[in-house]
């Protein structure tokens, strides 16, 4: 988001190479971002800087519901499997995902090409994204009979939004010993307290395709048990305004004295809340510059203990009904 406005190609490098001498190396991309150009961004400066890292993308399986001029199904994976490989200037992606839900009829055609680009040699691990429970189960069997494990499952998770400790997806992570990689885990900027005024609309921090996918995947897509209702309460938030939080500051208040206990930021506070959570679980913030990598780096020196993580929950709770939990 603003790249080309707000930030560029060297501030992106100079993140880059701070990332790797703070000691992390793993990086999540998408051939849809950017239309390709994260991945060739991504692939240059490795080329560039030389040291090793480790690369996650994902196949572009297309938004349910959204039309694409672009036939994406398990017979094209192997070519977007190599679209990226080209982009990325490498001979093998360490981790490739299915970026969203499949029907449960797909299951098996959609393992069979990740086996096969597994076999190949062109991907090392493979995962999903956005998958439910039941599907994420489902998934893992499919593969499981062709000798490939499944090593991931991506979702929106933070402390504002904890659909994944109730639908049974982090559960299902630990059962199969996979990981569960938090993506949205500063939930769009929302918890470094942009947004503190409770009265305070959430400024759209991005256009219609994101905010279609917060709704289609923050509710029912997520969750089986969550039917027509649901539905109707997505398309309700996709043609209406950017909504109230409601009073968050009891949570920020708990966030920031937990802060000030460990002498870091609300930022490492929250992520580190999701560190504690559970061991299978893999926040995955963004930076765009050094400085906002460092603070996200902060946060894996330190630990917060038991309690302080029930009273975050419990500050959490506190807010009002009506308040909505956005990715």
């Given at each position: 988001m603003g790249y080309g406005k707000r930030y560029g190609e060297d501030d992106l490098y100079a993140t880059y190479r701070a990332s790797l001498d703070?000691?992390?190396?793993?990086?999540?991309?998408?051939?849809?971002y950017g239309r390709g150009e994260s991945e060739r961004l991504l692939g240059r400066f490795r080329q560039r800087d030389g040291r090793p890292i480790l690369i996650a993308t994902k196949f572009e399986n297309g938004v349910p519901l959204v039309?694409?001029?672009?036939?994406?199904?398990?017979?094209?994976?192997?070519?977007?499997?190599?679209?990226?490989?080209?982009?990325?200037?490498?001979?093998q992606i360490d981790l490739y995902q299915i970026h969203y839900p499949v029907e449960a009829r797909a299951i098996d055609d959609f393992a069979e090409e990740l086996a096969r680009a597994?076999?190949?040699?062109?991907?090392?691990?493979?995962?999903?994204?956005?998958?439910?429970?039941?599907?994420?189960?489902?998934?893992?069997?499919?593969?499981?009979?062709?000798?490939?494990?499944?090593?991931?499952?991506?979702?929106?998770?933070?402390?504002?939004?904890?659909?994944?400790?109730?639908?049974?997806?982090?559960?299902?992570?630990?059962?199969?010993?996979?990981?569960?990689?938090?993506?949205?885990?500063?939930?769009?900027?929302?918890?470094?307290?942009?947004?503190?005024n409770g009265q305070q609309q959430l400024a759209q921090p991005v256009k219609v395709p994101f905010r279609f996918l917060d709704a289609m995947f923050g509710q029912w897509k997520m969750d089986p048990a969550l039917k027509n209702g649901a539905r109707r309460g997505t398309i309700r938030r996709l043609f209406t305004q950017p909504p109230v939080l409601g009073n968050l500051e009891p949570l920020f208040l708990a966030m920031d004295a937990v802060a000030r206990r460990h002498g870091c930021s609300s930022v490492q506070a929250a992520l580190?809340?999701?560190?504690?959570?559970?061991?299978?679980?893999?926040?995955?913030?963004?930076?765009?510059?050094?400085?906002?990598?460092?603070e996200n780096r902060a946060a894996l020196d330190w630990q917060m203990t038991v309690e302080e993580r029930e009273t975050l929950n419990l500050a959490f709770l506190a807010q009002p009904a009506g308040a909505e939990a956005l990715p």
């Open positions: 703070a000691g992390i190396d793993f990086f999540d991309t998408a051939a849809v039309p694409s001029f672009r036939k994406l199904n398990p017979k094209t994976l192997l070519t977007e499997v190599d679209a990226s490989l080209k982009r990325l200037g490498v001979e597994v076999r190949l040699g062109k991907v090392r691990a493979v995962g999903v994204s956005n998958f439910n429970a039941g599907l994420l189960r489902a998934m893992h069997s499919s593969l499981a009979a062709r000798g490939v494990p499944l090593a991931s499952n991506q979702v929106a998770f933070n402390i504002f939004n904890r659909m994944m400790m109730d639908n049974g997806v982090l559960q299902a992570c630990r059962e199969l010993n996979m990981a569960l990689i938090a993506y949205h885990p500063l939930a769009q900027g929302i918890l470094t307290g942009k947004f503190r580190n809340w999701l560190l504690t959570t559970d061991p299978c679980v893999l926040p995955i913030p963004g930076a765009k510059n050094p400085r906002q990598l460092g």
